[in-house]
């Protein structure tokens, strides 16, 4: 099996991750966060900055400013990324009672994750638990799978977070997990882990039912649009 970030080889045949599946979907709080950071950039840059009374000077101060400033989404949300890849490696360790290092940054979120385990009461039984659907063509990585005192079994996902609101995304993507998972499946959540601040968690359970017909849509829409037949000749 291998995994390059966008899709899965499982027995010689390519299956596109389900994360790549729900990338189609249209993310329009993103849009407003680039915004709200570039212009907090901005500001930023210009109250340090004195401007050349010279207007030709400062139109080219002002669009060099407003470059960078284009840039900072990006660079935060790769240093957001990296932070809970690093959360999200830890907790994997720690599940399998190992001691992984915890740097300064991470220990709000890795706390938040104890709170969340020992409140929860429920039993590990497989980390990163690759699952794939043959038929429907399309595969993932569960974080966790954890069985409650009534054997029952869940799917859980990690995200780490500042606000502890979750993308309608995450719950696709559990719904996804759970049905290509090979053993029953009684609900699904996605734990939203404080990072900042306090330990914190929010939980948010997902309707499997529902979020796997909205998967299924958008699954036939990335099958069509990456087929390439969109536009006639």
Same mark, same amino acid.
């Given at each position: 099996?291998?995994?390059?970030?966008?899709?899965?080889?499982?027995?010689?045949?390519?299956?596109? =991750?389900?994360?790549?599946?729900?990338?189609?979907?249209?993310? &329009?709080?993103?849009?407003?966060?680039? %915004?709200?950071?570039?212009?907090?950039?901005?500001?930023? #840059?210009?109250?340090?900055? #004195?401007? &050349?009374?010279?207007?030709?000077?400062?139109?080219?101060?002002?669009?060099?400013?407003? +470059?960078?400033?284009? *840039?900072?989404?990006?660079?935060?949300?790769?240093?957001?990324?990296?932070?809970? =890849?690093?959360?999200?490696?830890?907790?994997?360790?720690?599940?399998? *009672?190992?001691?992984?290092?915890? #740097?300064?940054?991470?220990?709000?979120?890795?706390?938040?994750? +104890?709170?969340?385990? !020992?409140?929860?009461?429920?039993?590990?039984?497989?980390?990163? %638990?690759?699952?794939?659907?043959?038929?429907?063509?399309?595969?993932?990585?569960?974080?966790?799978?954890?069985? #409650?005192?009534?054997?029952?079994?869940?799917?859980?996902?990690?995200?780490?977070? =500042?606000?502890?609101? &979750?993308?309608? =995304?995450?719950?696709? !993507?559990?719904?996804?997990?759970?049905?290509?998972? &090979?053993?029953?499946? /009684?609900?699904?959540?996605?734990?939203?882990?404080?990072?900042?601040?306090?330990?914190?968690?929010?939980?948010?359970?997902? /309707?499997?039912?529902?979020?796997? +017909?909205?998967?299924?849509?958008?699954?036939?829409?990335? +099958?069509?649009?990456?087929?390439? /037949?969109?536009?006639? !000749?």
């Amino acid at each position: 099996m291998v995994n390059n970030g966008r899709t899965y080889k499982i027995n010689g045949i390519e299956y596109p =991750s389900v994360t790549t599946v729900l990338n189609i979907i249209e993310k &329009p709080w993103l849009a407003a966060w680039e %915004k709200k950071e570039m212009a907090a950039a901005l500001r930023t #840059d210009l109250l340090g900055k #004195d401007l &050349p009374k010279d207007k030709l000077e400062r139109i080219d101060i002002l669009d060099s400013m407003i +470059k960078e400033a284009k *840039k900072m989404p990006r660079l935060i949300g790769a240093e957001a990324m990296d932070l809970g =890849s690093r959360i999200h490696n830890a907790i994997e360790e720690l599940t399998l *009672k190992k001691s992984p290092e915890i #740097d300064e940054d991470m220990k709000i979120g890795v706390a938040s994750w +104890k709170l969340w385990k !020992q409140e929860s009461g429920m039993e590990i039984v497989e980390t990163e %638990k690759l699952v794939f659907d043959p038929v429907l063509g399309y595969a993932g990585t569960a974080d966790a799978i954890f069985r #409650d005192n009534l054997d029952r079994h869940y799917i859980i996902d990690y995200k780490t977070s =500042s606000s502890g609101i &979750p993308s309608d =995304s995450y719950a696709l !993507q559990i719904a996804a997990y759970a049905q290509a998972y &090979p053993d029953v499946i /009684n609900g699904g959540y996605v734990i939203m882990l404080n990072k900042i601040g306090k330990p914190d968690f929010t939980v948010h359970k997902v /309707n499997l039912e529902v979020c796997f +017909k909205a998967f299924i849509n958008c699954l036939g829409l990335y +099958k069509e649009m990456k087929g390439g /037949n969109l536009w006639m !000749q």
